[in-house]
């Protein structure tokens, strides 16, 4: 990890959109791969991302999903913070590149403000246990949100519309996705296909889906 100061702020708060964690869900698609699925205060946009079994379970125990007697690395993160007086701040996931998600997590100590460079399922885990708020920006958003017409279901299923809506409707014969195809998709489509195909080691499909979105920021 590569810690600094903290001197200026990347993003003031008009641009950052506030997310909340809606749930995490094991992914159909690749064995011990869940999708940790954010959302905004209206409910109807979804920030889906890609995360490990054990960065899943992490968050589902600080939320109260799971059974909390097992301990993790984020739990011992927190009570070193408490100890040596550390505030965390908020996270901010600020940057997709090739479908990854890239996030750093802000704290205080001493009146000084540092930023943290984290796995951005690691810094939603700790987020959750400091009850500290979840940002990222509003071109993330727009470019890997996913919209929800009629809201969510309230159960904690909802396997199938997210699968319906990032990787089924997509398609996934994937590796003969034509460039044609891939034309006709919206960047926020491009982006959480791309975030599939990453993870489950599609790298052509990626490859001609990083040449389409490189063709259109041209």
Request: hydrophobic share 40%; charged share 30%; glycine share 4%.
């Amino acid at each position: 990890m590569r810690i600094e100061r903290f001197i200026y702020i990347f993003f003031p708060m008009e641009q950052l959109i506030r997310l909340a964690i809606r749930g995490i869900s094991l992914s159909q698609i690749q064995s011990g791969i869940y999708v940790l699925l954010l959302e905004e205060e209206s409910g109807k946009i979804k920030l889906p991302i890609v995360i490990e079994s054990l960065q899943a379970q992490s968050i589902a125990s600080a939320i109260g999903k799971r059974d909390i007697s097992k301990s993790f690395t984020h739990d011992l993160f927190l009570t070193f913070a408490k100890i040596f007086h550390i505030r965390l701040k908020s996270i901010v996931i600020y940057k997709l590149v090739n479908g990854i998600f890239f996030s750093y997590i802000l704290f205080e100590r001493e009146n000084k403000e540092y930023k943290i460079d984290s796995k951005t399922s690691d810094a939603v885990a700790i987020a959750v246990r400091f009850q500290s708020p979840i940002y990222t920006t509003k071109e993330i958003f727009d470019k890997a949100g996913i919209y929800f017409e009629n809201g969510f279901p309230e159960n904690d299923n909802f396997e199938g519309e997210l699968e319906n809506k990032t990787t089924s409707s997509f398609s996934f014969d994937k590796e003969n996705k034509s460039k044609k195809e891939l034309e006709k998709m919206t960047e926020r489509d491009l982006n959480a296909l791309l975030n599939h195909a990453v993870v489950n080691e599609c790298y052509e499909l990626a490859a001609k889906i990083k040449k389409e979105l490189d063709n259109r920021r041209e």
